[in-house]
């Protein structure tokens, strides 16, 4: 009777003991969520992003903008936006010491719908004091894919700093009598990691 207590004691002691040890170990943190500065402060898009983290230092990455541009263009000078774009890049990271921050390279996919009108042309006249204004409306919708590379630090294994690049070509039929076919866009996200 005294061995299987003493057994019984000892395995005890060994699941509580390496319950303690599992507890004790920080839990891998799979998500991260980031808000794009730059396209807020520069031009008024809410970007909103989100970062699955996989392993082998790869994410899958999905971006939703609220009142986005095309590329910074009339960002000075915008009226009325209706624009929205989402977009999907696969992110690979290069470091073999830091898991999932350090230098990254990506593949993306974006899709935007929505117009802008823009302040096109002002006129005052000063012997009858009038004002002329005239604004150009123009369309953003289309789909496009490209590619960026970029740098992410991490603060205290929880907040994050992303500066990054890319650039992105139309696909199928886009007008570009008054945009460009090509995109570049820069981004400062600030992120929590969870």
Same mark, same amino acid.
């Given at each position: ?22 507890? =004790? ?9 980031? *808000? ?9 898009? *809410? ?8 392993? /082998? ?7 939703? /903008? ?7 263009? #009339?960002?000075?000078?915008?009226? #009325? =936006? ?27 996919f974006k899709f935007r719908t929505g117009e802008i009108t823009t ?5 005052? #006249? ?12 123009? #369309? +953003? ?19 994050? *700093?992303?500066? /990054?690049?890319? +650039?992105?070509? =139309? ?12 995109? *570049?866009?820069?981004?400062? /996200? ?5």
């Amino acid at each position: 009777m005294k061995k299987q207590i003493i057994v019984i004691l000892l395995g005890l002691f060994l699941f509580s003991s390496h319950a303690q040890d599992t507890n =004790n170990t920080e839990p891998t943190k799979n998500n991260e969520i980031s *808000l794009n500065l730059l396209d807020l402060v520069v031009a008024g898009t *809410l970007g909103i992003n989100y970062e699955r983290i996989f392993e /082998n230092n790869q994410s899958l990455f999905l971006s939703a /903008n609220i009142f986005d541009t095309y590329g910074y263009y #009339d960002v000075g000078y915008i009226e #009325d =936006n209706s624009a929205f774009t989402l977009r999907a890049a696969y992110l690979v990271y290069f470091s073999k010491e830091k898991d999932h921050h350090g230098f990254f390279f990506y593949p993306q996919f974006k899709f935007r719908t929505g117009e802008i009108t823009t302040e096109d042309y002002y006129f005052y #006249d000063i012997a009858t004091e009038s004002e002329i204004t005239e604004e150009f409306t123009y #369309d +953003i919708g289309g789909a496009s894919a490209g590619f960026g590379i970029g740098h992410k630090w991490m603060f205290d294994n929880k907040f994050t *700093l992303t500066l /990054n690049g890319d +650039i992105a070509r =139309n696909l199928g039929n886009f007008k570009d009598d008054y945009l460009e076919n090509i995109e *570049l866009r820069f981004a400062v /996200n600030f992120g929590y990691r969870f």
